[in-house]
């Protein structure tokens, strides 16, 4: 079996632990890692199963004998767009992961805001002793637009600060009159996509988890930004492409919105151009609230590579048709 792990400027930190999960499944695999293209081309060939993140779109064309491949993150959107990745090969992303990691993140801004950190560390710069009147999470209303693994554990946090947490997601008004709660869930509401504009209209926060999909693709726009409690805050966490950063631009400077936490970016890294870089109510992180650990994922990586030759099901394995 051969195995090959790309991942530019880390896939060596993987080589030795993803080597390691498979001796101690017993598993007698020839592991070689790839940082840049070249390496990548020069290993697919031989590729039966790839472990990979970033890998310029083409290149598994060269992988004749690819019989399987796992994302090294949580977002498979980048590999379902490559039109070289064979139909037939089945895809696996990490689960059980990135809940924790993605959550203190969106809780860390969620306080900073109603804190104001920003105005402290400037006071704070400038020697200003003067008082204000800090906000809190408590009764605040957050809306979760994806309530996948990443989402309940967005929910289940901010349900511990007392806040009222909704969550949009398919399927979700199948079967019944209107929104209702969904306990297990730490959710006091859901709502289907149909209710979308219900969903919007009394939120103080919007958290997108939601995965990048043709149905999602630029499904918070100018309409959107109409629709949502004014003053509201937008986190996203999820995939750049989910808002249409023009509208969000343009609703930020109108006031309409109060501002956002954009971890995720339509483009990648961030264009230095970019208007959001100077916006006072913005928050830009470099797409870090999640990031994968090479331990875990060369041990998941290891479960899988067990199941696979064992014949079971895959832990992670993406639907193609739903884009997740
Ligand atoms: C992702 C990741 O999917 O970082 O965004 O894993």
Redesign the pocket.
């Given at each position: 079996m051969d195995v090959l792990i790309y991942r530019p400027g880390t896939a060596h930190l993987y080589l030795p632990l993803v080597r390691e999960a498979l001796v101690r499944r017993g598993i007698d695999a020839r592991v070689t890692a790839g940082e840049t293209p070249a390496e990548a081309e020069a290993a697919l060939p031989s590729t039966g199963i790839a472990l990979v993140w970033g890998l310029p779109p083409g290149l598994f064309g060269r992988a004749t004998g690819l019989r399987w491949v796992q994302s090294?993150?949580?977002?498979v959107d980048a590999l379902l767009n490559d039109p070289s990745l064979p139909a037939g090969v089945p895809i696996t992303r990490?689960t059980g992961h990135?809940g924790p990691l993605v959550a203190e993140y969106v809780m860390a801004h969620l306080l900073a805001i109603e804190q104001d950190l920003r105005r402290a560390y400037r006071q704070q710069a400038g020697r200003v002793w003067a008082g204000w009147v800090p906000g809190h999470l408590r009764g605040r209303r957050l809306g979760l637009a994806g309530v996948g693994e990443i989402g309940r554990v967005i929910a289940g946090r901010a349900k511990s600060f007392e806040m009222v947490v909704a969550g949009l997601r398919r399927g979700a008004a199948e079967g019944r009159a209107g929104p209702g709660p969904e306990p297990d869930l730490h959710l006091d509401a859901v709502y289907g996509p149909e209710e979308l504009d219900h969903f919007l209209a009394d939120l103080d926060y919007l958290v997108i988890t939601l995965p990048l999909t043709a149905e999602t693709a630029h499904l918070f726009g100018r309409r959107e930004f109409e629709r949502i409690k004014p003053g509201a805050w937008v986190i996203n966490v999820g995939r750049g492409p989910t808002i249409d950063t023009e509208a969000l631009i343009t609703a930020i400077e109108s006031g309409r919105l109060g501002g956002a936490v954009l971890d995720?970016h339509e483009t990648e890294p961030l264009p230095p151009a970019s208007p959001l870089w100077s916006m006072p109510n913005v928050t830009i992180t470099p797409?870090i609230s999640?990031?994968?650990d090479p331990a875990f994922v060369a041990d998941f990586f290891g479960d899988n590579a067990r199941r696979y030759l064992d014949g079971l099901p895959l832990k992670g394995l993406v639907d193609r048709a739903r884009g997740y």
């Open positions: 090294i993150g949580a977002g990490v990135f995720v797409h999640g990031l994968s």
